[in-house]
């Protein structure tokens, strides 16, 4: 079992920055791939990025790409995901989940959700 608290989350102009974070229960963090997804109202919740278990693999989805960068710290049961050059289709819930498939981008690749952090973005 792994609980997830997500945090950073605010409101930014287009074109601005946000840090998210995702603190993971003391434990086997290390052990599980991350992710974050997001959910604007009215739509499904959708993949944003994955980190592999050391955080020397990466994979985003195309709208975020050069824009958006996700690490862990395993040292610290952290991961991170910067965004900038924000923009309002990026207004949404974002989630950070931990899971055993690798770079997996299903939401059945994991099996551990945090609350969600929202993120609205003005232009």
């Known amino acids: 079992q792994v609980q997830l608290v997500e945090s950073g989350g605010g409101l930014v102009q287009a074109g601005g920055s946000l840090r998210l974070s995702c603190a993971a229960s003391?434990?086997?963090?290390?052990?599980?791939?991350m992710a974050w997804f997001r959910q604007a109202p009215g739509k499904e919740r959708e993949f944003v990025a994955t980190i592999n278990r050391s955080g020397s693999r990466t994979y985003y989805t195309d709208s975020v790409k050069g824009r958006f960068t996700i690490s862990r710290d395993n040292a610290k049961n952290t991961v991170y995901l910067q965004m900038n050059s924000l923009k309002p289709e990026d207004t949404a819930v974002y989630y950070c989940?931990?899971?055993?498939?690798?770079?997996?981008?299903?939401?059945?690749?994991?099996?551990?959700w945090g609350q969600g952090t929202q993120v609205t973005v003005s232009s």
């Open positions: 989940a931990a899971g055993g498939t690798y770079l997996g981008v299903g939401r059945s690749d994991y099996g551990y």
């Open positions: 003391a434990g086997t963090f290390s052990g599980y791939t």
